[in-house]
């Protein structure tokens, strides 16, 4: 079973800030899924990849898959990105469920 | 497409009290998955379906929870008896092989 931890658990961060969100797994995948978890309870899946990088507005995505590790960041933070955001990790091809890290708290403050 | 639909959003039961939660995936997704979040577990799968058959049910806690997807359209996971430790928020989400998965708004089940 694959063990998906991220850090940090809670970050606090002024508005304008670089935002980044770290996340490492124990074994070989076959995609890394980031999310996003509104305070309202919504989960919206922000990125799917499977090698180097992808970027989407001010958020970016990478993942070293040697290294077993991905990061999220956030450029130009705003206080509109206040929210959860998970980690997950799929093994089978990409069409399996997903295993969850435990979220980082992020607070954006004007 | 109106996106994966959950219902009901809130439910309150009784210890003991049969609990149904249903699931409308997208049109012309192949895989819908069911997931629990408890404050103490987090995010947790519990079953998925491809082409309406179950793959894996491993997540699936004990035998009080049952889960069925009679055609494309539909699936429902459900509870007997219900048990106050079931106390989650329940997703569903939907995918198309190999892209990532959509989620429903979630229905946040309490048992007293």
């Known amino acids: 079973k694959n063990e998906v931890e991220q850090s940090p658990q809670n970050l606090t961060a002024q508005e304008g800030e670089f935002i980044t969100i770290n996340c490492s797994y124990s074994?070989?995948?076959?995609?890394l899924h980031w999310l996003q978890q509104h305070p309202g309870g919504g989960i919206v899946s922000l990125f799917m990849?499977?090698?180097g990088k992808k970027k989407h507005g001010r958020l970016i995505a990478t993942i070293n898959i040697q290294e077993k590790h991905s990061s999220l960041h956030i450029t130009a933070s705003h206080p509109r990105d206040s929210a959860v955001y998970i980690c997950?990790?799929?093994?089978?091809?990409?069409?399996?469920?997903?295993?969850f890290g435990k979220g980082t708290h992020l607070i954006i403050q004007p | 497409d109106a996106g994966v639909i959950q219902s009901p959003r809130h439910e309150v039961t009784e210890m003991g009290q049969e609990v149904t939660l249903r699931c409308k995936p997208i049109s012309g997704h192949d895989y819908l998955f069911w997931y629990r979040q408890t404050m103490m577990r987090g995010l947790e799968l519990l079953i998925y379906?491809?082409?309406?058959?179950?793959?894996?049910d491993s997540g699936m806690p004990e035998d009080r929870f049952s889960a069925k997807m009679p055609n494309a359209s539909f699936s429902t996971l459900k509870i007997q008896p219900s048990e106050p430790r079931d106390s989650a928020v329940y997703f569903c989400?939907?995918?198309?092989?190999?892209?990532?998965?959509?989620f429903g708004a979630g229905t946040r089940l309490s048992v007293l």
């Open positions: 990849l499977s090698s």
């Open positions: 379906f491809n082409n309406n058959v179950p793959i894996d």
């Open positions: 074994v070989g995948i076959s995609a």
């Open positions: 997950a990790v799929t093994s089978g091809g990409g069409a399996d469920g997903l295993t």
């Open positions: 989400a939907s995918s198309l092989t190999g892209n990532i998965q959509y």
